[in-house]
């Protein structure tokens, strides 16, 4: 009588390249929404800094707006304490100025090159109030923030039409580090003199 030959029964189920193609599918998946949400937060965090940017450059162009009103009712050279009258430099020198607009200070500014700057270039943030400082009590923000100021003339000369001599250019740079490249943002305007009964303050 023939023999049977035997038979091999093979059981359903994942062979072991089913499963690492089957978790691969899977991570990609899971990959694709964190690489999203990752860069989301990069750029909300980019964001943020270049609003406060905005914010920190335009804040230095109000200061500077009242400072010349105050001059002007109080009798005063329409750019003193901003470094435009004789003897002073301040914001009109070529490194410009450091502006405390919570303190109302004007202060010259230092180098500030390199890779770590030192800590008086940067902007303080008070935590209790949220003020802008350049207070060294204060923690320090990122940014830099420089103000740079010209005249059209300096003074009275034949060469200089009035009008010029009531006339300033102010540009602000805020700077600050992102991911190992420095990001700047540049606010630039001019302010004038137009107090009738002050044209000799506005001439200084």
């Known amino acids: 009588m023939p023999r049977e030959k035997p038979t091999r029964s093979f059981s359903a ?19 694709g929404p964190v690489a999203l949400g990752t860069r989301s937060v990069v ?25 010349k009103v105050t001059n002007s009712l ?5 750019l003193t304490g901003l470094g435009g009258s004789a003897g002073q430099s301040l914001c009109f020198n070529s490194g410009g100025c ?3 607009t919570a ?19 940067y902007v303080k943030r008070n935590t209790a109030t949220g003020a802008y400082t350049h207070d060294t009590a204060d923690p320090a923000t990122p940014f830099i923030r420089r103000v740079y100021m010209t005249r059209r003339c300096p003074g009275p000369s034949p060469s200089c039409p009035q009008r010029e001599r009531k006339e300033a250019n102010v540009r602000v740079e805020v700077e600050w580090q ?9 606010i630039e305007t001019e302010i004038f003199c137009f107090e009738r009964s002050l044209l000799d303050e506005c001439n200084k």
């Open 74 to 78: 109080q009798n005063q050279p329409w």
């Open 13 to 31: 189920g994942f062979t072991l390249l089913e499963t690492l193609v089957a978790l691969l599918i899977l991570v990609s998946a899971m990959l």
């Open 178 to 186: 992102e991911r190992s490249s420095t990001r700047r943002v540049a």
């Open 98 to 100: 450091f502006i405390d």
């Open 43 to 67: 750029a909300i965090s980019s964001s943020r800094n270049q609003i406060t940017a905005v914010f920190l450059a335009q804040d230095a162009i109000e200061f500077i707006r009242a400072r």
């Open 103 to 121: 303190n109302g200070a004007v202060m010259l500014a230092g180098a500030c090159g390199g890779v770590s700057p030192p800590s008086d270039c």
